[in-house]
């Protein structure tokens, strides 16, 4: 297994709330990124990481923003969380060829 | 920029039987295709690849895939099903700038197992 882990597994949250989600690898690879999955519309990315500070965003950025200040750690937060960001969030990281990419566990958000 | 259609949201199939599930992109550069599976309740796992070569690839549990450029398919095949193999399926391109350009994923396909 590529050694991802995301926490917390599962939240739930209350809208208009603040809510941050991290990723963490211990493969120091360079490229991170952040996908919600909801039924019917497959994975979509929100936004991904090239480098320590260096992010760009993917096709659903609206309402997320992200973080990288280590190479081991990329942050995925709400400002202010809605129903509509109810998911399941999984984070990835390439793997040496910098082409398929490796899940995370993912993490369950409900926001009420 | 990429776009895959996997044509069916769902496939019932019986156990020992074979099945197909279908995978089409559209893509104006080269492409690198892959499979993904997921259980329930999991991350994805990746299943299969093709970067370059042999067009026929296959894993491990007994799937393959074939890229056929002039199709722009990438169909996933197993001969015989097993209960453990039910699970949803997701086809992914990325072009040729990996990592910056990220994976397209199709909407995915349900294998569901009948024994």
């Known amino acids: 297994d590529a050694g991802i882990t995301q926490s917390p597994r599962h939240k739930v949250t209350e809208t208009g709330t603040p809510v941050t989600l991290r990723c963490h690898q211990t493969?120091?690879?360079?490229?991170m990124y952040w996908y919600r999955q909801d039924p019917g519309h497959g994975l979509r990315l929100i936004h991904y990481?090239?480098?320590?500070?260096?992010?760009d965003k993917g096709e659903v950025s609206d309402g997320y923003s992200v973080s990288r200040s280590k190479t081991e750690d990329f942050l995925l937060t709400l400002e202010s969380a809605t129903s509509s960001q109810t998911s399941v969030y999984f984070c990835?990281?390439?793997?040496?060829?910098?082409?398929?990419?490796?899940f995370g566990p993912g993490t369950r958000l409900t926001v009420t | 920029a990429q776009s895959v259609t996997q044509l069916d949201s769902q496939v019932p199939v019986f156990e020992e039987a074979p099945v197909e599930l279908r995978c089409n992109y559209s893509?104006?550069?080269?492409?690198?295709l892959f499979w993904y599976v997921q259980y329930p309740n999991q991350g994805l796992q990746l299943l299969l690849k093709?970067?370059?070569?042999?067009?026929l690839v296959k894993s491990i549990n007994g799937f393959e895939a074939e890229f056929n450029k002039s199709q722009t398919s990438f169909h996933l095949r197993k001969p015989s099903v097993h209960i453990s193999d039910t699970a949803e399926y997701f086809c992914?391109?990325?072009?040729?700038?990996?990592?910056?350009?990220?994976?397209?994923f199709g909407k995915g396909t349900h294998l569901i197992i009948q024994p």
């Open positions: 990835a990281i390439t793997g040496a060829t910098e082409y398929e990419q490796y």
């Open positions: 493969e120091n690879h360079r490229y």
């Open positions: 990481s090239y480098g320590v500070k260096d992010t």
């Open positions: 992914a391109v990325s072009a040729p700038g990996g990592g910056a350009d990220g994976l397209t």
């Open positions: 893509s104006s550069v080269s492409v690198y």
């Open positions: 093709y970067l370059s070569g042999s067009t």
